[in-house]
């Protein structure tokens, strides 16, 4: 089945400089690859996501690379805020497929350092 | 995420109660997911329903159980035979791939 791996585990930045998680699939039929930032205590939220026949996606300070051959995604933060700090999770799904459920990196801790 | 409901908050109970966590969503999704979170962990997968009267289990659904009665509802119980239900525990549905969260329930047994 599909495995994600998300690095790295944390993260620390200086307000304004940029952030970049990285994660891997291991299953070549995965399709759909969305991001979630989860603030302390609250639910996680879907951030921005990318289906396969796409490379890149932006969304104003939120972009999301994917790599189909080397099976990784990644996603990007520019101009890095206080507010940005958060646990933030990527995921795979071959949509479509008969195994339907998201399959989820184990998460990365930003934190932007005023 | 506005429409999906979980209740409530925060919820107590002694060792060796079942306990039912409630989760309702009115944005006509079909597929709904009940998700286990523990802290500074991952999200790991309970049970999931891809339709009504239908459901299967996740990965850790060993001391769980659900229903799936109602398209909006997917009601999620918590057994005595779960040997450590104190967690965060998080609804979710989905709609063409994109899955969005309720508001979570932490779940506290002592």
């Known amino acids: 089945g599909e495995n994600v791996e998300q690095h790295p585990s944390t993260l620390s930045v200086q307000e304004g400089d940029s952030a970049v998680i990285k994660c891997t699939y291991s299953d070549s039929a995965s399709n759909y690859f969305p991001w979630y930032k989860q603030e302390l205590g609250k639910r996680p939220q879907l951030i921005i996501d990318i289906r396969s026949n796409v490379g890149e996606k932006k969304d104003q300070r939120i972009a999301v690379t994917l790599n189909k051959t080397a099976k990784h995604f990644s996603l990007h933060i520019t101009e890095t805020q206080p507010e940005d700090s958060a646990v933030y999770f990527c995921a795979a799904l071959n949509y479509g497929g008969s195994q339907g459920n998201l399959i989820f990196g184990k998460g990365t801790k930003l934190s932007v350092k005023p | ?110």
């Not at chain 2, 079942?18 to 597929?31: G, R």
């Not at chain 2, 009665?69 to 709609?95: D, G, M, R």
């Open chain 2, 1 to 110: 995420d506005g429409g999906i409901t979980q209740s409530p908050k925060y919820l107590f109970r002694k060792e060796g109660q079942n306990v039912t966590l409630s989760c309702e969503q009115n944005l006509n999704h079909d597929a709904m997911y009940w998700y286990r979170q523990d802290p500074g962990q991952g999200l790991r997968l309970i049970y999931y329903s891809q339709i009504v009267n239908d459901f299967q289990k996740g990965d850790i659904a060993e001391g769980y159980s659900v229903s799936r009665e109602k398209k909006e509802s997917f009601p999620l119980t918590v057994t005595s035979a779960q040997k450590n239900p104190t967690a965060f525990y998080l609804c979710a549905s989905s709609i063409q791939s994109r899955q969005y969260f309720g508001p979570g329930t932490r779940l506290t047994v002592t």
